[in-house]
């Protein structure tokens, strides 16, 4: 599927987040064949290997298009070639940058149907989410089982076009906090509230009932694209966001 984007301007040449800044990129995945040879030129071996374990060709192109622009970018912050950069895990599995010094860029990244997002920042730790707003069949069910029940009855009592925006709203919101953390699914995103209405601006409401934790994070809406949501989380307040858009070219 190919994405539209919109709002989001191009990026200037050689630009990259200050100490203060987060950049966020939206990158459209759907590539010419040309193109993503060249990124999976980029990749290193075990990267290559990944890639060739993806048995469908679309979802293959879009591994190597996402992890090849993610070195681009990197490389471009760091002053290096992209196939330079080398990453390693958190113990909990969270890539990172490799070295035994902290890394002077965090990141994450997230892609769903055709589009990727990219948090760039030497602020701290950093989650995004990203999720095209779609049918299918048990968004109830999946409410009730990851939502706290405040949020699953404000759902609940939504008309079916407003449930289904408000679920991918709550669920990118909850992904992007348990990413900034490094904790994953199993973690629970049951044990973290967020705000949920259009009214409300973005933020963590608790965490296992915690408000002064919750109120240590900051949550960010993001809209990349036509029929998309996003969701940035960090550990920080006092910083400024700035969103690009990723030339096709």
């Not at 990026?11 to 064949?33: F, I, M, N, Q, T």
């Not at 779609?134 to 008309?159: K, V």
Request: with cysteine.
């Amino acid at each position: 599927m190919t994405a539209t984007l919109h709002d989001w301007p191009v990026a200037p040449a050689g630009v990259k987040p200050a100490a203060d800044e987060v950049h966020v990129w939206a990158v459209g995945l759907d590539r010419p064949a040309e193109e993503v040879a060249e990124l999976a030129g980029f990749l290193s071996d075990e990267e290559q290997g990944r890639a060739a374990k993806f048995r469908h060709a679309p979802s293959r192109h879009e591994f190597i298009v996402a992890r090849g622009l993610l070195r681009v970018l990197l490389g471009e912050c760091l002053d290096m070639d992209p196939r330079e950069v080398r990453f390693s895990q958190t113990a909990r599995g969270k890539p990172r940058l490799a070295g035994p010094e902290p890394a002077a860029v965090r990141f994450n990244v997230s892609h769903s149907h055709g589009l990727a997002l990219v948090a760039l920042t030497g602020r701290c730790e950093v989650g995004v989410d990203l999720e095209r707003v779609r049918p299918f069949s048990d968004e109830m069910g999946l409410a009730d089982r990851f939502f706290t029940p405040r949020e699953a009855d404000a759902l609940r009592a939504l008309d079916a076009a407003g449930r289904l925006e408000t679920f991918f709203r709550l669920w990118t919101r909850k992904e992007a906090y348990l990413k900034a953390h490094g904790l994953g699914l199993s973690c629970g995103l049951e044990r973290v509230e967020v705000s949920h209405t259009l009214e409300d601006p973005a933020h963590v409401v608790h965490i296992d009932g915690d408000r002064r934790e919750a109120a240590r994070w900051s949550l960010r809406t993001l809209a990349p694209a036509a029929g998309y949501v996003g969701a940035l989380a960090l550990q920080a307040h006092d910083y400024r966001l700035f969103c690009w858009r990723l030339a096709d070219a």
